[in-house]
């Protein structure tokens, strides 16, 4: 979160997985109730409804602004980033970004999505919020990521920004993205926690948690026996050589250029991956695009109100 004069800068990253700002990381998972939840918890009330929010995952649609989730783990997110400065009423500008071949199409309503009420006023964890939503700039996601980066991003470089629902590929020569090479394909970490899933459930005949494949993912093990480990690993270095697979699709040579990769899917490669480590950079900050998106915006902000 950042601040301009009056206003803070809320950057967002709209994940299928999780939805991050710069110092949280939610999962997407939401369920709605007619009245107050039994349970505490991330617990968010609007417009009379009430809302659990990070328990399991987001499905993927291709359209963000297709329904009112995003938006309601927007009104979470904010809040959230709000209450570690104690404060409850403000005027936010929020920072966004989109899959890199969706931006141009969609960026414009998922800017009008996210500023549909002006005020919007909630509860979040028994406190009661106002915000004056100002304004919203929307990013390519993923670029964001490696904005600190870009100084030693000299010669031909990729991008590879693996999501829980996709992941984005772009192409960034001596320190600039090209934008004719860019490419979104759904390959995304759940298309690989799912076919582990089903490997258990084939092989073994047990119906295997998600969060025991998360922590593999995130760990590269777990405390469970070793036919069931195998099983899982087999599955995730798998899906670790499609990744390199689908980015050769799109010319990738380790030896003439770098590669560099964000999201949640760089654990798995870390983890798992047969890779040249002096070309390849993993950028492990999961936080890493929504801090870019406010350092963008904040950026933009600035030179506007300087008349630049």
């Known amino acids: 979160m950042r601040a301009l004069k009056n206003t803070f800068i809320i950057g967002i990253d709209h994940g299928y997985g999780n939805i991050k700002t710069a110092n949280t990381v939610t999962p997407t998972g939401i369920t709605a109730y007619s009245s107050e939840p039994t349970f505490s918890g991330n617990i968010l009330r609007y417009n ?28 979470a997110a904010v809040a959230m980033e709000l209450s570690k400065q104690g404060i409850t009423s403000v005027d936010v500008h929020i920072a966004a970004g989109l899959p890199l071949t969706w931006v141009k199409t969609q960026r414009e309503d998922f800017r009008k999505y996210l500023l549909q009420n002006e005020i919007a ?11 004056h939503i100002v304004g919203c700039s ?12 870009l100084p030693q991003m000299t010669g031909i470089n990729m991008l590879a920004d693996i999501g829980n629902g996709t992941m984005n590929i772009m192409y960034i020569n001596n320190k600039k993205p090209v934008e004719s090479r860019c ?3 759904k390959i995304g970490v759940n298309q690989c926690l799912i076919a582990a899933k089903n490997a258990v459930l084939d ?15 995130r760990f590269g093990t777990s405390d469970i026996s070793e036919k069931y480990l195998s099983c899982i690993t087999d599955v995730i270095k798998k899906y670790c050589g499609n990744i390199f697979e689908t980015l050769r699709k799109y010319e990738y040579n380790s030896d003439i250029m770098r590669l560099y990769i964000t999201g949640g899917g760089g654990r798995i490669v870390r983890n798992f991956g047969k890779y040249d480590e002096k070309r390849v950079t993993i950028i492990d900050d999961i936080c890493a695009a929504a801090k870019g998106y406010e350092q963008l915006a904040y950026s933009m902000l600035t030179r506007k109100e300087n008349g630049v």
């Open 48 to 75: 009379n409804t009430y809302y659990r929010i990070g328990e399991g995952h987001k499905e993927f649609i291709s359209d963000k602004s297709a329904d009112n989730d995003f938006y309601l783990f927007t009104l």
């Open 121 to 131: 006023e909630f509860d979040f964890k028994d406190r009661h919020y106002k915000i």
């Open 138 to 149: 929307v990013f390519p996601q993923g670029y964001t990521a490696v904005i600190n980066q």
């Open 183 to 185: 490419y979104t394909e």
């Open 203 to 217: 092989t073994i005949g047990v119906k295997i948690d998600d969060s025991i494949i998360e922590h593999i993912i």
